[in-house]
Structure formats: structure tokens, C-alpha cells
């Protein structure tokens, strides 16, 4: 079956610093990989995509490489913000299985200032 | 334009009672999804329409859970004789089809608390 793997948080950091946050997956076919942020108090957003591999997505100063070779997608930033705290979702879709997506645990990020 | 609306937002109910929570999608998002999110399971998707096609109950943890969408739009998914496992944040997300179809849309989803 499908399934995705991230770090379990949550992590703190202070602002400017750099963050990684790891993410392996399993699939039968060929994935397409995502990153979904929640903001405290906000619904689920996609922050960035990645369709086919060597593929980086990008969005707000984070990114994301999508490695085949490790099944890896792994999220990061060179500096964060307080405004970064949230909890972040790894995802996958396997099209020709639907558009349904399956999740990791998610990891809760805490930027101090 | 307006973003997916979900109600309540927040329900609680003694076990053993139903209930039924709604999902209003994007305006001409043809795609609807149900996701859980609960401590212990993590996100798990529960059921998926799209369109005129039958929907996709895979996710759905039991038959006492089912979800109708009438006319494309609103959709409700029911849980009967409702169990404390049952507990958790339903979600709701739309999305358009073809070349769009990988970003979903979410709701702010009801908290269902099952006492």
C-alpha cells in the first residue's frame, strides 16, 4: 500500500535558523508529492508540489526536492520565521488510484523569536 | 471567492446517537473529498466524488459511515450509532478536475466529540 513517513515533532527553533523537516514515502505507481501547512486556528493549505522526479516545488521560501532515488521529499528553509509555526503535512496522490491523498503524521513546528 | 465551508464546526454527541456533518465546496470544484484527522490515526482520507462517477467508499472505517453529495455540490456525511473512537476533525476539501485536480481545497472542519 501507499504510505508516507515524517519526523515526529514537535521541533522548536529560534527565528532566522534553518529547517529541516524529513519525509520518505512507500507507493505502488508513481506518486505525485506534496506539502500541506496548518496554520494555528486555519485549515489545511497546500504549500508546494512536486509531479515528477527531480521536480523541486517551491512556495514562501520553502522547498522541496522530489527524490526517486530515496523516495524522499524532504521540506526545507533557510530561515524561518515566528510566522512559520505551524504543523506541516507531507502527501502523496497516486493519480491513477484517485485523487485521494494519503498523509504522514504531520510535524508541529514552533519558531521562537 | 468563497472557500469550502463546513457545519457545525463544532458537535458533540452521546454515543450511540447519529450524526450528520455538511461540506458546501468551491463553486465549480467538481471534486469532494472526506478526511479525518483524529490523535491517534493521524489524516486518513474517508471517501472521495467526483463528479457523475461513483465515489470512492474506500476509506470509510465502517458501514456505519456513509457520505451522499446531491446535485454535485453540498455533501453529508452521516455516522451512525456514533462510538468515542468516532471522535476526531472531520475535513472537507474540493478540487477541480483535469490539470488542477492535485490541489484540494480545505475546509476548516468540524470537531465531533463523541461523549
Known amino acids: 500500500g501507499n504510505s508516507v513517513t515524517q519526523m515526529e515533532g514537535p521541533v522548536t527553533l529560534s527565528e532566522e535558523a534553518f529547517l529541516t523537516i524529513n519525509c520518505t514515502y512507500t507507493a505502488t505507481g508513481y506518486p505525485s508529492l506534496f506539502w500541506y501547512v496548518q496554520y494555528p486556528g486555519e485549515g489545511l493549505q497546500l504549500l508546494l508540489k512536486a509531479t515528477k522526479a527531480d521536480d523541486k516545488g517551491s512556495n514562501k521560501g520553502f522547498e522541496a526536492t522530489y527524490r526517486k532515488e530515496t523516495t524522499s521529499f524532504h521540506l526545507e528553509k533557510g530561515s524561518v520565521q515566528v510566522s512559520d509555526s505551524a504543523v506541516y503535512f507531507c502527501?502523496?496522490?497516486?493519480?491513477?488510484?484517485?485523487?485521494?491523498?494519503?498523509f504522514g503524521g504531520g510535524t508541529r513546528v514552533l519558531v521562537k523569536p | 471567492g468563497a472557500g469550502v465551508s463546513q457545519s457545525p464546526s463544532n458537535k458533540v454527541t452521546e454515543k450511540g446517537k447519529d450524526v450528520e456533518l455538511r461540506c458546501d465546496p468551491i463553486?465549480?470544484?467538481?471534486?469532494l473529498y472526506w478526511y479525518r484527522q483524529s490523535l491517534g490515526q493521524g489524516l486518513e482520507f474517508l471517501i472521495y466524488?467526483?463528479?457523475?462517477?461513483?465515489?470512492?467508499k474506500s476509506g470509510l472505517p465502517s458501514d456505519r459511515f456513509s457520505a451522499e453529495r446531491t446535485g454535485g455540490s453540498v455533501s453529508t456525511l452521516t455516522i451512525q450509532r456514533t462510538q468515542q473512537e468516532d471522535s476526531a476533525v472531520y475535513l472537507c476539501a474540493s478540487s477541480l478536475e483535469g490539470l488542477r485536480s492535485y490541489e484540494q481545497y480545505f475546509g476548516p472542519g468540524t470537531r465531533l466529540t463523541v461523549t
Open positions: 502527501a502523496l496522490r497516486i493519480q491513477a488510484a484517485g485523487n485521494k491523498l494519503t
Open positions: 466524488f467526483q463528479g457523475n462517477s461513483a465515489p470512492d
Open positions: 463553486s465549480g470544484h467538481t471534486a
